[in-house]
């Protein structure tokens, strides 16, 4: 009896000094598991900007060039025609440039950062939902994953994209736990960014419905929902603008995109991870957290995050308009690597898991080289091409790219345009009107172009080389090639990579 009053007096004590001793305890976990996003941004970062210079622009990152290297009044003027889709990312960029300059690897960095700060938001995202090793794992992989380096390497606007639906996921988790108004605020804000990166990206607000939803059914708060719709709404406000302007202008942005059958949902995979070895060892550790008892619930959340805006595209893509590619839900890339993470942090015996970590980063090993290389985006050669041109250069040449409704969205005039050396100032001897006098993307064509051949005495003419035909008119619309042809003879022609760079000299 006396040695369990001895115990129970002793009780007390224990149960006071506990939650002193647990204190500190949570406070050094925090010290020690703070600097994980930090060094997935640095990692990341690293990644995405080693040799980001090397790999020649490709044509829709040269519509990007072009875009930010015009006045904000010429911007705003051009989005009113063409691109306002992208408007809100061309403005950034523009101010970026501004700054620092057009070079590739400068026109890149801005993606980059995103993709760091998005590394940096996969790390928290984990942490929350699963587990420490699960974080560290999810920071790696995100970090060295193929795409990461495509399109953390890529001037254009996806990389903003991922960060912004990942800081709303991020966010939304912190307010789902701690309710307030700053919280939903700053969500809103997140939803209406995203949208206005990219419309597509707003499917996200589909899982994170069901999120809140599975929430509010073990919690029974009212408040959250219609904090929750009240927020979307509030963001989605600024956007319908933009949605109302695509509308009208979708016919010149996604035409080109086909209806999607379910046999292209692997294609589509395969091209999200920037690697099919890589999607598909991603898809099989994906699933094993399902099979996690203490990974149930964070498991169905962020798979909900990465496979219903991918099924919601494939359906809103059966209409008169498809938008059905990988680049549009790539911000569903960091739920699958979160995912892959926690299936690898599940695998037993632990080393199991980092071997699979570093078994999975060298299937990607083969595509991060190949994303280095001069022709990872672009398969002409416009430096190449340019080079050429420089070197036979005489003041009061005129150029002529093709520029037929297929064969104006290769950009030659831009690709050529951006890698020539200032020195050289080419006369665009079909262009009536320069695309900045049209507010567009494209100059308007010369209607008579024997009259818009003026006095010119030589031009460069630059066209794409196509399988079986070796022709340097090769794909120039009849009209201009008939002038071109009546009044000029082609002194020589050089072929690079993709191209026929001929100079035309004038017989009469």
Not at 282 to 298: F, I, K, N, T
Request: aromatic fraction near 8%; charged fraction near 20%.
């Amino acid at each position: 009896m006396n040695g369990t009053a001895a115990e129970t007096s002793l009780m007390p004590t224990a149960t006071q000094n506990a939650p002193a001793t647990a204190a500190p305890a949570r406070a050094a976990r925090r010290r020690a598991t703070g600097p994980d996003w930090l060094w997935a941004a640095l990692l990341t970062l690293a990644v995405t900007a080693f040799r980001a210079g090397t790999p020649q622009l490709w044509r829709d990152e040269l519509a990007s060039w072009n875009a930010a290297s015009r006045s904000t009044g010429e911007l705003i003027g051009m989005l009113g025609h063409v691109d306002a889709v992208s408007g809100f990312y061309y403005l950034l960029l523009h101010y970026w440039v501004t700054l620092f300059g057009d070079s590739p690897a400068m026109l890149r960095l801005p993606s980059a950062l995103a993709m760091a700060g998005s590394a940096a938001l996969v790390v928290l995202i984990a942490r929350a939902l699963f587990d420490r090793r699960t974080a560290v794992f999810a920071g790696l992989l995100f970090a060295l994953l193929p795409a990461v380096t495509r399109y953390g390497t890529e001037a254009r606007s996806y990389a903003f994209v991922v960060l912004a639906v990942t800081a709303a996921t991020w966010l939304l988790l912190r307010v789902l736990e701690r309710p307030s108004l700053p919280r939903w605020a700053g969500y809103a804000v997140l939803v209406a960014v995203s949208g206005l990166l990219h419309m597509v990206s707003l499917l996200f607000l589909l899982p994170h419905a069901m999120i809140v939803a599975l929430r509010w059914w073990r919690a029974r708060r009212v408040r959250v929902p219609l904090s929750f719709a009240v927020a979307a709404v509030a963001g989605l406000l600024p956007v319908i603008p933009l949605v109302l302007l695509g509308r009208r202008q979708v016919g010149r942005q996604i035409a080109w995109i086909d209806t999607p059958h379910l046999r292209d949902v692997s294609g589509l995979w395969d091209n999200l991870f920037a690697s099919p070895l890589v999607g598909l060892a991603v898809a099989a550790l994906a699933l094993l957290p399902l099979a996690w008892p203490r990974g149930r619930r964070p498991a169905v959340e962020m798979l909900l995050m990465g496979a219903v805006p991918i099924g919601a595209c494939f359906v809103a893509s059966q209409g008169s308009s498809s938008y059905f590619i990988d680049r549009y839900v790539l911000f569903t890339v960091p739920a699958w690597a979160i995912l892959a993470a926690a299936g690898l942090a599940a695998l037993r015996p632990r080393a199991a898991g980092a071997a699979g970590l570093a078994a999975l980063i060298l299937l990607g090993a083969p595509d991060q080289r190949q994303l280095r290389t001069e022709q990872a985006k672009e398969t002409s050669d416009g430096v190449a091409a340019a080079r050429v041109i420089a070197q036979g250069y005489r003041p009061g040449d005129g150029f002529v790219p093709p520029r037929g409704k297929l064969e104006r969205v290769f950009m030659i005039d831009y690709q050529i345009g951006y890698y020539l050396p200032d020195r050289v100032k080419l006369r665009d001897v079909f262009a009536e009107r320069p695309a900045v006098a049209s507010d567009d993307l494209f100059p308007v064509e010369c209607g008579q172009p024997e009259r818009c051949l003026g006095d010119t005495r030589r031009i460069w003419l630059v066209t794409r080389i196509t399988d079986g035909d070796h022709d340097p008119y090769n794909k120039l619309p009849a009209a201009p090639k008939k002038a071109l042809k009546e009044h000029y003879r082609i002194a020589r022609t050089t072929d690079v990579r993709g191209l026929h760079v001929s100079l035309l000299e004038r017989v009469k």
